[in-house]
């Protein structure tokens, strides 16, 4: 089994309102597969879906219970501690929601955390010990 | 904000025992930044992170509790139905626990979902819509 992966899919409550959130406050576009039943967006290599949580759970046959932490992050890393706060101060003016304002970080680096408007954390982050290539995939 | 992410964190209960749930039933190496506390796995252009819980929510100032359905799935994508359930058998037979059988999806596909030591949803897919290149990027 290669060690890669091809989709993250966050299950959703509002497909229409988190995907205007993606579009407007990430400022990212939609694959033209994305319908109104699922949104992708295609990033480094892999795509981001937007997929209504109870359809989530249906397909792989859970149950769609579930509340409060749900225990994932994703990371949006730049190259130093300027581009942090410069983007933290764009998503601030966007209306996005800030977990925690950047700062030095206990593991060396500077960063800190914004969520969509489902609570799905995003770090951004500056760590000096991670190498990204130009498309921003991780060269280490 | 370019269209890109970095890292994917996964809030685990048992930090040692996913990574070896990562290491012997998917076969995967840890990259030598990982230690006691954190472990990194390099996929195609970003990492996976495994991370405690409890640290997680500490790190990012939210409440950790949180239970049942964590509302998210990352997808394995391969190149054709005999991959699908080839690699099912495979992970089966490491002791998988398997949540869905492989079969054909609505979307035109053929899945089936399995998940970690802790629950974490993947799913194996042929989808003859996603275009994968050498490395397992989405080409689309």
């Known amino acids: 089994m290669d060690q890669r992966l091809t989709i993250i899919t966050i299950g959703v409550e509002d497909l229409k309102a988190m995907t205007t959130f993606y579009e407007t406050a990430f400022g990212w576009k939609t694959l033209s597969s994305s319908n109104e039943q699922i949104s992708f967006f295609k990033l480094n290599g892999i795509l981001l879906s937007l997929y209504p949580k109870e359809d989530l759970a249906l397909d792989a ?12 992050a994703m990371a ?9 706060n410069e983007l933290f101060e764009d998503l601030k003016q966007k209306g996005v929601q800030i977990i925690k304002p950047p700062q ?12 969509d408007i489902e609570g799905n954390l995003w770090e951004i982050a ?15």
Chains 1, 2 share one sequence.
């Open 61 to 72: 046959e859970v149950s769609s219970e579930g509340s409060g932490f749900n225990g994932f």
């Open 126 to 140: 500056y760590n000096p010990f991670l190498n990204l290539d130009e498309s921003g995939n991780v060269t280490d």
């Open 76 to 84: 949006f890393n730049v190259n130093s501690i300027q581009e942090v």
């Open 104 to 115: 030095n970080a206990f593991w060396g680096g500077y960063s800190g955390y914004v969520c």
